[in-house]
């Protein structure tokens, strides 16, 4: 097992070597550059010129990428230009924020999902399936960013029950109940479309589960159905589930995007947009290097925790 | 291993959150905002809070409540009036100006401002050996480019040595480029200084909680009358829809920059819409140099061509007038009252590109995905294809994102190019015609004459009013260009954009500034 996660670690180094080569490569090779972005209309040639210098800009591409490169295996993301603040102080605050966002919705989708699939499949075309099957749809279909505009116009504006947006209330907030009153909205608009993914999918890996011979013969020593259901079934279904939850929260991290600018939410895919937008290179890059190193040290977890479930997956 | 941890930390508060969040889902909330605080949505985070490092209105909202500069825009116009300084005398040439500077003013941090703190800034941003130019880069440090030395005369006096006259000096002092920032404040901070600002206005920096707030509270030892609220603080919601939801729920006091689609949103008692032109013109340049526009008669045309009246009452809702000429109203003491808008009249169009040959030309038109002042630019680039293909032209829409598009643009259409979408705020008359209309300032030149407009007579009547310091002169000369170039027509003049702002029935005394900056000090709030 130890050795197993080792290897994939160490297969992960090119993995985020090709990561900072592509995102250098795009931030570089994209029109305009943060010189024009800062100085907007009085873009001229020479003001141009003398910002990108004073940036440090104006050695050529290469350079900079092994200059950035060499700093940020020291820990040394650098300075982002459109925020004046070093790169990796932002970076973690905002990747904070999102973790909590993005974790939420993943404890929540992956909760309501797999319940729902079971208490689907449980009663195959019954009142519930048909029930469950019908709101799993609208949640598939339904984009978030849509859904979340919604929940605002209702849940913020009309019955005034939740904050439209933010992370703490303004003024004399930032404790848990705070927080939570700020995270409802945003978590269950973000969870929707993989609760649905999840719900699906666990519903038709317990149908199949429930028709092996091991479950009729688990019935036919009379274990109670829903032992049968919780302890024998799910646990071998759990094992086609849970590489596809790896998936689902790389989805959930993406989508946190939408959520994060429709909620103002101080997270990371925020941050990301508007550094774009700016040409902040530094940010970009840092930021998305980071998040990469995340997600690939996830999905490391994700397939350790299949490999103990099923002991039959090599390590 | 201080990643894992981070992960593990982050998901056990999601995981408790969850939990809670589902126990305590029927929560009882809309907080109101607590009086005497004024809560005001912006559209973004600020960069920073050092007057001379940054570039955006967004920016220069906070900024001119927390510092001051020599000189201001007297309320409700764009004339300079004294501020920091209380009076000033310039040489006869134009290049030297002697200030006097107010006596017994502080700085938050309990330093003096004197003549020592001016040079101080100034050198600071000119200066490349200054010990603290390295707090910058400083992006519109060539607004006082012309000062070529600061000398501090005496404690309260201050003088500027220009290398050539340069009329607009004044005006660039009271823009937010030229406030003052505490000395020792910046030596203490360093590079910091951004997020540790001092300066002198009537409300100083509290706090600033990143991404989520910045905080000023009221500067109780102010020179001046005391600001009206305990404090303000401005809060960044990028996106729009949600700046409105905000607004309507209650969850902050004042919003600028109100969409135009959601003005209809705020009628009613419960809140007050603020509207003020500002010194904003948008317009297409047009490539005078090449192509049926090389033809005054065609650029005239298209003039005529376009119905600028529907763009500016059926696209931008009304929250745009339409454009006489280069200059826009709100510099009133250097607008040319006679100019009437190119009036909508497609039939002497139609016979003016006749007249020039140009019928069925083959137009490509650069239009903007979005950007600064650049309003509703899709929509109003598809109005104005409709017209001019409604008078015979072929016109192809070229779309770029704004940083790229600035890109293609400011290096001149030639050989890409008939027309562009452009718009500009200024604080000054001088700054866009002579950034983009003299023939000294074509691209080749480090200008932004991008469609090649040249004129003798422009050019000289606006290197007359730069070095000219008596206004009622400046005024003349530029009268007198603008009337020229609206005849020449090297751009169609669309729109003049009106600045607005939403503040809620507990916000008293408030009103928005043709500079479009926005002064909270007389504001209260209940």
């Not at chain 2, 009622?472 to 027509?489: G, K, N, P």
């Not at chain 2, 939403?502 to 043709?514: A, H, I, Q």
């Amino acid at each position: 097992m130890g050795g197993y996660i080792l290897k994939r670690l160490v297969s992960a180094v090119p993995v985020l070597l090709g990561i900072t080569i592509i995102v250098f490569l795009i931030m570089s090779l994209i029109p305009g550059d943060p010189a024009t972005a800062i100085l907007g209309s009085y873009a001229t040639p020479e003001n141009v010129e003398k910002l990108n210098r004073d940036l440090g800009l104006d050695k050529s591409m290469v350079q900079r990428y092994f200059i950035w490169l060499g700093n940020m295996l020291t820990g040394d993301f650098g300075r982002s230009f459109s925020l004046n603040r070093p790169v990796i102080d932002e970076v973690l605050e905002r990747f904070n924020a999102t973790l909590i966002l993005a974790g939420t919705s993943f404890v929540l989708c992956a909760i309501l999902g797999i319940l729902a699939g079971v208490a689907s499949a449980a009663r195959q075309y019954g009142l519930a399936d048909k029930a469950i099957t019908f709101v799993v749809l609208i949640g598939i279909s339904v984009p978030s960013f849509f859904l979340g505009m919604m929940m605002i116009l209702l849940f913020a504006v009309d019955l005034r029950w939740l904050p439209v947006s933010g992370m703490f209330a303004i003024y004399g907030g930032g404790d848990l109940p705070d927080l939570i009153n700020h995270l409802i909205m945003p978590a269950l608009a973000l969870a929707a479309v993989a609760t649905g993914v999840i719900a699906r999918l666990s519903r038709s890996a317990m149908l199949e589960v429930l028709r092996q011979d091991y479950i009729r013969t688990a019935r036919a020593k009379g274990v109670p159905e829903r032992r049968v259901i919780m302890g024998h079934a799910l646990r071998a279904a759990m094992v086609s589930v849970i590489p596809v939850l790896g998936i689902q929260a790389g989805f959930v991290l993406s989508g946190a995007v939408y959520i994060e600018i429709v909620f103002q939410w101080p997270g990371v895919g925020r941050m990301l947009v508007d550094a774009i937008l700016k040409r902040d290179l530094l940010l970009v890059q840092g930021g998305v290097v980071f998040v990469a190193a995340c997600y690939v040290i996830f999905n490391i977890v994700v397939d350790a925790a299949q490999s103990l479930l099923d002991p039959r997956i090599k390590t | 291993m201080n990643l894992l941890s981070w992960t593990r930390r982050g998901l056990m508060v999601a995981a408790a959150g969850a939990v809670v969040a589902a126990a305590a889902l029927p929560i009882t909330a809309a907080a109101q905002t607590p009086p005497d605080v004024l809560i005001v949505g912006q559209i973004a985070e600020p960069k920073s809070l050092d007057p001379a490092a940054v570039t955006a209105v967004n920016d220069f909202r906070i900024l001119v409540n927390v510092y001051e500069g020599l000189t201001r825009y007297k309320s409700g116009t764009l004339e300079v009036e004294p501020s920091l300084a209380t009076g000033w005398s310039i040489n006869e040439d134009g290049t030297e100006y002697t200030f006097t500077l107010r006596d017994g003013v502080m700085f938050h941090d309990g330093t003096p401002f004197n003549a020592e703190a001016v040079k101080f800034n100034f050198d600071r941003m000119l200066d490349e050996k200054h010990p603290y130019h390295d707090t910058g880069p400083f992006p519109l440090s060539f607004f006082f480019g012309a000062v070529q030395s600061t000398e501090a005369v005496d404690a309260t006096t201050v003088k500027f040595t220009l290398n050539a006259p340069y009329a607009p000096f004044l005006s660039n002092l009271a823009y937010p480029t030229g406030l003052i920032v505490s000395p020792e404040a910046v030596k203490a901070s360093g590079k910091e200084f951004g997020r540790n600002p001092v300066g002198s206005g009537p409300f100083k920096f509290a706090e600033w909680r990143s991404n989520e707030a910045v905080v000023v509270e009221r500067n109780d030892d102010y020179w001046g009358e005391a600001a009206g609220t305990k404090a303000v603080v401005f809060r960044p919601i990028t996106d729009a829809n949600t700046r409105v939801a905000e607004m309507l729920a209650g969850g902050i006091d004042m919003m600028v920059e109100v969409p135009p689609t959601s003005l209809g949103e705020f009628e009613g008692d419960r809140f007050s819409v603020a509207e003020q032109a500002g010194p904003h013109v948008w317009f297409l340049i047009l490539n005078a140099k090449e192509g049926p526009f090389a033809d005054k008669r065609v650029r005239q045309a298209a003039n005529y061509a376009i119905n600028k009246e529907a763009i500016v009452n059926n696209v931008l809702e009304g929250t745009a007038s339409v454009a006489a000429g280069p200059t826009p109203p709100a510099f009133a003491w250097a607008y040319n009252d006679a100019l009437e808008p190119y009036p909508y009249d497609p039939g002497k169009a139609k016979s003016l590109i006749k007249e020039a040959g140009a019928d069925g030309a083959t137009l490509t038109f650069y239009v903007t995905e979005g950007g600064s002042g650049m309003l509703d630019p899709v929509p109003m680039g598809t109005a104005i294809q409709a017209d001019l293909e409604a008078v015979g032209f072929d016109v192809k829409i070229e779309t770029y994102e704004w940083n790229t598009f600035l890109g293609e643009v400011n290096p001149g259409l030639e050989g890409k190019a008939d027309m562009a979408e452009m718009a500009w705020m200024t604080n000054d008359p001088d700054t866009l015609p002579y950034l983009a209309l003299r023939s000294k300032a074509w691209p080749a030149d480090g200008g932004f004459n991008s469609g090649y407009y040249a004129n003798e007579k422009v050019d000289k009547l606006l290197e007359a009013a730069r070095t000219a310091t008596d206004q009622e002169e400046r005024a003349r000369l530029y009268r007198e260009m603008q009337s020229i170039v609206q005849e020449d027509a090297p751009w169609v003049f669309v729109a003049n954009w009106k600045q607005n702002a939403v503040t809620s029935d507990r916000v008293k005394n408030f009103g928005l500034e043709p500079s479009f900056l926005l002064h909270l000090q007389k504001v209260v709030k209940n």
